[in-house]
């Protein structure tokens, strides 16, 4: 499975939580107790090892809050014919 970063522009967030809805991973929350500079609470991710970065949050997010890294996969190697 493919390895992904997940960077959020906190002071963009409007904390509307569709990230939250889509990510398959259910990696993503919005911050308990804590504000941005717009007074929303943002979102933040909580198990960073376990995203995959498949980006469905950047796609869905009004916002773009959302910038996403994925590593690339490694190529399996075919057995050469014989």
Not at 31 to 45: I, L
Not at 51 to 65: F, K, M, S
Request: proline content about 7%; charged content about 25%.
């Amino acid at each position: 499975m493919a390895k992904g970063i997940v960077l959020i522009d906190e002071d963009r967030c409007k904390g509307c939580g569709l990230c939250v809805t889509v990510c398959p991973k259910h990696i993503l929350r919005l911050a308990e107790g804590r504000f941005n500079a717009k007074g929303y609470q943002p979102v933040e991710v909580t198990a960073p090892e376990a995203c995959t970065g498949c980006a469905l949050c950047a796609v869905i997010c009004p916002d773009v809050v959302f910038t996403v890294y994925r590593q690339r996969r490694k190529p399996k190697r075919v057995p050469a014919a014989a």
